[in-house]
């Protein structure tokens, strides 16, 4: 192999990567609708469509055991993939489990781990059906594969996005991120002492949002209960900016987004300014907020708009006007994907 023809893996990203080693694949199984490319692949048996999707978590990429308790990782390792079956406008209904585990770790550090994601599991109704355990030489790796399902012709998929569609948002978004920050923070401050007591007063809300996240099922619910489906969705794990550019890349479309209507907590704002970030990059490219991005086409605007924990936050526009973002002194600015890259690190 000659390696003056290397490239580095960074160079393409997480989603490049995939694409480029999966480009030109093709299904030989007629159940087989849809595979890789979205948050989850779909099958179809008789008339229920079968969602399949799965999440690699590595200790010191994805999570900080200094700061992280393992009740909670699992918790959250749970979640992050029901959030992804939720995606698609399914129900999660399977997980399995697969560990990496060093020497380091005992039966009870594992047990504290199983209570979080058994926890989920009994929140969001889940099955916790099998998996695997192996012995790692770099810490602690998680691996969870969910299956859930949906009716026949309900999966929303991120390529139906079309011109004049709404873009719409759960939640508020950034939070997670500053609450990442401010665990770096205490972090920091703690090397060396003893007895340090983290300061986390007055911002519990941002540690609870990047510790236990959760999937909004919620919103999936009152879609359904007020007759909309969207038509095109994704949860928010990596950035606002990277979600929304995926969605309208394929669905081959634009988009413009408003800074005044992207929704941000209070704390999220009073923690921004503590730490001198910009507020609206962190809310655009922070990640982790599991929050979900979707389309519903116009017509839809007065019924989404009485949905309690939604936000309008823009509309999808034809392709050639590009993506970009309405500032509130009513600069277009281009969006750019900056949400977390794992495989840049």
Known sequence: ????????????????????????????????????????????????????????????VHFDLTYVPLMHLGYKSAIV??????????????????????????????????????KACGIYGVDLVGGDTTSSRQGLVISITCIGDAPAGKIVYRNGARDTDLICVSGDLGAAYMGLQLLEREKIASAGQKDFEPRFEGKEYLVERQLKPEARRDIIRELAEAGIKPTAMMDISDGLSSELM???????????????????????AVM??????????????????????????????????????????????????????????????????????????
Not at 36 to 59: K, S
Not at 95 to 103: A, D, E, P, R
Not at 310 to 332: F, N, Q, S, Y
């Open 81 to 118: 993939n029901f959030s992804d079956i939720y995606a698609m406008n399914g129900t999660p209904r399977q997980i399995t489990v697969s560990l990496g585990i060093s020497k380091r770790f005992t039966v009870e550090h594992m047990e504290m781990l199983y209570a979080g994601i058994r």
């Open 1 to 60: 192999m000659d390696e003056s023809k290397h490239r580095e893996i960074a160079e393409l990203g997480e989603f490049g990567l995939i694409d480029h080693l999966t480009s030109g694949l093709s299904n030989v199984n007629d159940a087989t609708l849809k595979g890789v490319g979205d948050d989850a692949a779909v099958m179809r048996y008789n008339d229920t469509d079968i969602l399949v999707t799965t999440d690699l978590l590595l200790e010191g």
């Open 272 to 345: 921004a300014e503590e730490l001198g970030m910009n507020l609206v990059t962190a809310a655009l490219n922070g990640g982790e907020d599991y929050e979900l991005l979707f389309t519903v086409p116009l017509t839809a605007h007065d019924a989404v708009a009485k949905l309690p924990g939604i936000k309008v936050i823009g509309h999808i526009t034809k392709p050639e006007l590009g993506c970009a973002m309405i500032t509130r002194d009513d600069v277009e600015i281009p969006l750019r994907a900056q949400g977390w890259n794992p495989l840049a690190e």
């Open 246 to 268: 995926h969605i309208c890349k394929q669905s081959n479309t634009g988009c413009r987004i408003y800074e005044d209507r992207i929704p941000i907590d209070y704390q999220t």
